[in-house]
């Protein structure tokens, strides 16, 4: 009996090691698969919202093959169709690592820095989750940032006026607290815009969204866009503020192409009526490997660009700690070629469940008298 514990030992090992292997190839193909369906399926619900997690598929494929790897080294009943399963996972993370980085640079250019000495425009996104306006960690970091355009979703105006109001605040803060002085509101007090900048024209677009079956008395499927014409001292920049509906089910999903669509509309009658200096920036509720929001990029000559060159999530779910693993890419931007990309950053938690967005911009010379 002494003598067969060493090989009982060993045997329990390899079995141990095979269903590791197992585990880690099937695995690797299940993410794989999931990944690469909202490239081979772009237009379907459930494959588009693939999108949201491809940076987790990845490094849990990669865990697979290698998992899958260590197998190799054991014998195993099936010896043939275990390296055919191998193979075959190893094929596929290598098609959605492929995939993954070319819809990475769609659309996408490196930052660079203003050659004649110019102080780049500073512009953060932030999506506020209902978060005070006044809340002593968001006006710290905005005094800090000094930006020249802060802008913001889920902000329930109406809420905030009631807070400042109980608090006997001056409603709005504008030109104190890190705000900006020149303030615009949506029309239905979902975003806000603050602008160093005079706000020479302002427009709010409500798109009626279908109302999903089930959806609570809290759940409004309308959404606004606000688009706004800034006088900066030369050409004027013209601002989109986006924040589409959540894309959880299918209705809502489509809600938000439906935004898009017209999202599409309002920035080709400012191209035509403006030419030039358009940024469209907020809560995409998109990642940046979705054909839909690539499509809204190509489809009006914008270009975007990430922090370090890679999408960060700035969607975090139940804990910032956890928000590289538990999160989605999904405040994104897209400026026209006329802008120049300086810097692109993120900012820390401040207690919404969104990070803010820092995009530093450099804008087209005044003219000449």
């Known amino acids: 009996m002494q003598q067969q514990k060493p090989e009982m030992r060993r045997s329990l090992t390899r079995a141990g090691i095979s269903l590791i292997g197992w585990c880690g190839l099937l695995g690797a193909l299940t993410v794989c698969l999931m990944g690469l369906s909202t490239f081979v399926a772009p237009d379907f619900w459930l494959a588009d919202n693939m999108s949201f997690f491809l940076t987790q598929y990845l490094m849990a494929a990669l865990a697979g093959v290698i998992g899958g790897l260590l197998g190799l080294f054991v014998s195993h009943r099936f010896k043939l169709l275990y390296r055919f399963f191998w193979l075959l996972s190893l094929a596929a993370f290598a098609a959605l690592v492929a995939q993954t980085s070319s819809r990475t640079q769609t659309n996408t250019i490196s930052p660079t820095a203003l050659a004649d000495g110019r102080q780049p425009l500073k512009i953060i996104s932030i999506n506020i989750e209902h978060l005070f306006l006044g809340d002593e960690v968001l006006t710290t970091f905005l005094e800090r940032e000094k930006a020249d355009i802060v802008v913001m979703q889920e902000v329930l105006w109406w809420l905030q006026e009631r807070r400042w109001e109980r608090l006997g605040l001056p409603i709005g803060s504008t030109g104190q607290n890190g705000f900006p002085e020149h303030l615009q509101i949506g029309e239905l007090g979902g975003l806000a815009v603050y602008s160093r900048f005079p706000i020479v024209k302002a427009e709010t677009k409500v798109i009626q969204g279908k109302l999903p079956a089930g959806a609570n008395v809290y759940y409004d499927a309308d959404r606004e866009?606000?688009?706004?014409?800034?006088?900066?001292?030369?050409?004027?920049?013209?601002?989109?503020?986006?924040?589409?509906?959540?894309?959880?089910?299918?209705?809502?999903w489509q809600n938000k192409r439906d935004y898009l669509d017209e999202l599409d509309k309002v920035i080709e009658r400012l191209r035509n009526e403006n030419s030039g200096q358009?940024?469209?920036?907020?809560?995409?509720?998109?990642?940046?490997?979705?054909?839909?929001?690539?499509?809204?990029?190509?489809?009006?000559?914008?270009?975007?660009?990430?922090?370090?060159?890679?999408?960060r999530n700035t969607r975090f779910f139940f804990d910032y700690r956890l928000h590289q693993i538990l999160g989605a890419p999904v405040d994104q931007f897209g400026a026209s070629s006329d802008l120049q990309i300086v810097d692109v950053t993120l900012g820390p938690d401040i207690g919404s469940d969104h990070l803010p967005l820092i995009v530093e911009l450099g804008l087209v010379e005044p003219a000449a008298d």
């Not at 688009?227 to 986006?242: A, F, K, M, R």
């Open 278 to 311: 358009i940024l469209a920036i907020g809560d995409w509720n998109s990642s940046p490997w979705s054909g839909r929001f690539q499509e809204t990029l190509s489809t009006n000559d914008l270009a975007t660009a990430y922090p370090g060159g890679w999408p």
């Open 225 to 252: 866009l606000l688009s706004l014409t800034l006088d900066t001292g030369g050409p004027p920049l013209q601002l989109v503020v986006i924040h589409p509906d959540s894309p959880r089910t299918e209705p809502r």
